[in-house]
């Protein structure tokens, strides 16, 4: 079982940065890929990025690749994503997601574990 809990969202202005950070429970986190999906008002939910249990295969969405970066310690049983240079696009709540397969890390469904959610909002 890995439990996960996310934190770091906020109210930021369009340009600016946040870290959101996922702090998952459980002995076995090392084993498990980790990703980042996001979902804003009235649209379903979309994924982010995502990395591999051994940190050497990241993967983001073309929407934020070059602005935003998933990270991972393993020893502190957390997974990062830091957002630079943030949209009003950007805004939405962001979930932490863990699953034993990083390929099945693309879309929401069938995934092994969620956080509660983070809520992000970038003002224009």
């Known amino acids: 079982q890995v439990q996960l809990v996310e934190s770091g969202g906020g109210l930021v202005q369009a340009g600016g940065s946040l870290r959101l950070s996922c702090a998952a429970s459980?002995?076995?986190?090392?084993?498990?890929?980790m990703g980042w999906f996001r979902q804003a008002p009235g649209k379903e939910r979309e994924f982010v990025a995502r990395?591999?249990?051994?940190?050497?295969?990241?993967y983001y969405a073309p929407s934020v690749k070059e602005r935003f970066t998933i990270s991972r310690d393993n020893a502190k049983n957390t997974v990062y994503l830091q957002m630079n240079s943030l949209k009003p696009e950007d805004t939405g709540v962001y979930y932490c997601?863990?699953?034993?397969?990083?390929?099945?890390?693309?879309?929401?469904?069938?995934?092994?574990?969620w956080g509660q959610g983070t809520q992000v909002t970038v003002s224009s």
């Open positions: 990395i591999s249990w051994n940190i050497d295969n990241t």
């Open positions: 459980g002995r076995t986190f090392s084993s498990y890929a």
């Open positions: 997601a863990a699953d034993s397969s990083l390929l099945r890390i693309l879309k929401p469904q069938g995934l092994s574990y």
